[in-house]
């Protein structure tokens, strides 16, 4: 085997590099860089290389030689340097200003960073007070004096002591919250009572995905039961406790029943309505044409259907919705909602009311009210408008003209008026139907009070009394005295609680308003909050509420 040559040299593999001045030149070979390898510049290696009276050489040889660093040596000169000038490894290097990895440098210090939730325990290494790999078992002993004992990856550990590199040394097991039972219903009902959307950002009047119909036995929603958490552990080996998952009621309304414990099916065909949280079935009744002579009055439990028009004259009563294809003129027409995709022509009669709301492509000469929103798309004329919450009129040409609009909260329209200046009247901030309704709870409520006071001094009186002297008929009457004071104390607090959000609806009506987007002429009377004032000039892109006790005229 041939014996290995030894030639005069500066640096070294540790340096990352080596100078060897060979009988036949200088060859320059630079090692594969590796994690503990000191960086240097190409001046540096020039240095050393004029410190030796080597001048030359290729520059874009050393260049390409630093760049490739493939561990190759590399003829950079011809010339030939005497053993006798070059100096000890130790002096080229405090020469050069680079460092050498030697015997005697000190370890990397080693830093044991635990997580905020301390679940993991990462391994860094401070190299300011050295830069020499520490070994394994002294990562394992800085995580012992950290406390970390649970989950160490040795396999890690062996891996990242090789290097300077940060690694995650240790890892406990994180909780698992449970999950909230939910509801997961097995319909949509997010588009119900919306236009549909067509290109362009229009919307068609004519399709309002009102009804979502369910068959008898179908399956219309299911209650996923919560879970119970899973506890984990940290690092320090102790436990990390999960949050169990929350119950939630499950309830029906009618034409549903809950079976398998979870699970809510319908009893009849119907279209699914929900009252709360409570899930059930509305019967519909579908009527092919127009209402008229054919059909009579329709007098109906449930949703009804009609695909042609409501002729003048006759009735159509729903509990559930009402939906016209076609146009209602002067007929009667009432409703939880209502939708008339081809407007309503009153014709001096007729009315149409809705519980909720009322969408409608036009009205004329029309009165027409909704215990919450009215909709109309082209423009109300002459007519009588009375809404809850809010009266919009705002798609196309979104014109409010003649007549009087009443909404408990806000109106919005394009153009209020017109050029002839007709009279039109525009009041926010009341809605009889809810006072009225205010005032009946309040005075049911006392009355209901006074009762039970009632009952309560008769039973205190008869309670100081030896009832076994007493007639039958008189303890008959104490018994129900008794009976009666249960129920009567639980409708007074239902009372209480109907009075508090009758309250709160009233409250928002403090802050109506009236946006118009485009004008307001002259002619054109308001009230908002009960205070009134007229335009004599008109008013472009304005929102109209109370300031100081005045309407003012703010932006859009």
């Known amino acids: 085997m041939e014996e290995e040559k030894h030639y005069p040299a500066v640096g070294s593999e540790k340096a990352g590099y080596l100078f060897e001045f060979r009988p036949d030149g200088v060859y320059f070979t630079v090692c594969p860089t590796t994690g503990s390898s000191i960086l240097y510049e190409l001046s540096d290696m020039r240095q050393i290389l004029a410190d030796y009276g080597v001048d030359d050489y290729d520059i874009l040889t050393l260049a390409k030689t630093v760049r490739k660093a493939d561990g190759v040596p590399v003829k950079l000169s011809s010339r030939v340097v005497s053993s006798d000038g070059i100096a000890s490894e130790a002096e080229v290097n405090n020469k050069a200003i680079l460092p050498t990895h030697d015997a005697a440098e000190e370890y990397a210090g080693i830093d044991v960073d635990v997580s905020r939730d301390k679940i993991t325990a990462t391994i860094r290494f401070d190299l300011k007070k050295g830069t020499r790999c520490p070994t394994a078992d002294m990562v394992r002993q800085a995580l012992k004096e950290k406390g970390v004992v649970y989950g160490i990856d ?25 999950a909230d039972a939910h509801i ?8 119900k009572g919306r236009p549909r959307i067509i290109e362009s950002d229009r919307v068609d009047y004519k399709d309002m995905n009102l009804f979502v119909l369910a068959k008898a036995g179908q399956l219309l929603a299911e209650r996923i039961p919560q879970t119970h958490g899973q506890e984990g552990k940290d690092v320090f080996g102790f ?3 999960a949050r169990n998952g929350k119950p939630i009621p499950l309830t029906v309304g009618k034409n549903a029943e809950i079976r398998e414990e979870n699970k809510i099916y319908a009893l009849i065909d119907g279209q699914i309505v929900e009252d709360g949280k409570r899930i059930g079935i509305d019967p519909h009744l579908s009527i092919s044409g127009s209402v008229g002579v054919g059909t009579g009055n329709i007098d109906f439990v449930g949703s009804v259907q009609v695909s042609g028009n409501i002729d003048a004259g006759f ?3 729903a509990t559930g919705d009402v939906e016209v294809s076609g146009f209602v003129s002067g007929a009667d027409v009432e409703g939880r909602n209502v939708f008339i995709s081809g407007g309503i022509t009153g014709q001096g009669r007729g009315k149409i009311t809705a519980k909720e709301d009322v969408r409608a492509a036009f009205a004329e000469n029309a009165l027409v009210e909704a215990g919450r ?3 109309i798309a082209d423009a ?5 408008i009375k809404a809850g919450k809010k009266v919009v009129v705002e798609d196309r040409r979104g014109l409010v003209t003649g007549g009087y609009i009443a909404a408990g909260e806000e109106i919005r329209a394009k153009v209020v008026g017109n050029q002839a200046f007709v009279v039109t009247k525009l009041v926010v901030g009341v809605n009889p139907a809810l006072s009225q309704r205010y005032q009946q709870a309040c005075r049911e409520y006392k009355e209901d009070k006074q009762r ?3 009952i309560t001094q008769m039973l205190n009186t008869f309670s100081k009394i030896d009832t076994s002297r007493l007639p039958e008929n008189r303890i008959a009457q104490i018994a129900a005295l008794t009976r009666s004071q249960f129920p009567l104390a639980g409708k007074i607090k239902r009372e209480e609680k109907l009075i508090e959000e009758l309250q709160e609806e009233l409250g928002k009506m403090e802050d109506g308003k009236i946006r118009v987007a485009d004008i ?11 205070i009134k004032r007229s335009f004599q000039t008109e008013a472009r892109g304005c929102t109209l509420t109370v300031q100081d006790d005045e309407v003012t005229i703010g932006p859009y």
Not at 164 to 169: G, I, N, Q, R, T
Not at 185 to 191: N, V
Not at 520 to 530: A, D, E, L, T
């Open 373 to 375: 929103d009215i909709y």
């Open 452 to 454: 039970l006071s009632q």
């Open 520 to 530: 307001i002429y002259p002619g054109v009377s308001v009230s908002v909050n009960s």
């Open 154 to 178: 040795e396999a890690a550990i062996e891996k990242g002591a090789q290097s300077l590199d940060s690694f995650v040394a240790a890892r406990g097991v994180a909780p698992v919250n449970g």
């Open 315 to 317: 009735v159509v009563k």
């Open 239 to 241: 436990p990390v406790p």
């Open 380 to 384: 109300v004329l002459h007519s009588t």
């Open 184 to 191: 997961e219903k097995k319909y949509d009902l997010s588009h």
